[in-house]
């Protein structure tokens, strides 16, 4: 995937990410596309941590259990059925946490 994740909304400990659908004109790898999987890690650490596995219609995750005031990346893979079927991941959302009891939203949305 081509493109990164945006933030939908950044808690104390949560993040709201979404992304655009895998496209066959513009990502690399062969269709169908039948999920997705959403990653984290703090910024600073090297080891990228796994959401839940997604369906191909959903476009969106929630991570919990963040800590306040701190930095994350956060990234996407497209999942092709068989062996290999995870592809690269997109390019990284970086975010930080707010200070705890306050939570932003992006006024867009």
């Given at each position: ?9 950044i ?9 655009l ?21 703090k910024?600073?650490?090297?080891d990228w ?19 306040p ?12 059925d ?7 991941k997109s ?9 705890k009891?306050?939570?932003?939203l992006?006024?867009e949305?």
């Amino acid at each position: 995937m081509k493109n990164p994740p945006t933030n939908l909304s950044i808690g104390s400990s949560s993040v709201i990410i979404k992304w655009l659908a895998w496209d066959n004109t513009k990502d690399t790898g062969d269709p169908p596309v039948v999920g997705y999987l959403p990653y984290y890690k703090k910024t600073e650490e090297d080891d990228w941590l796994p959401g839940s596995k997604l369906s191909s219609e959903t476009l969106m995750y929630t991570f919990n259990r963040l800590d306040p005031d701190t930095n994350y990346s956060f990234s996407v893979a497209a999942i092709r059925d068989g062996d290999g079927g995870e592809g690269p991941k997109s390019p990284q959302l970086n975010v930080s946490t707010i200070c705890k009891g306050k939570t932003f939203l992006r006024p867009e949305f």
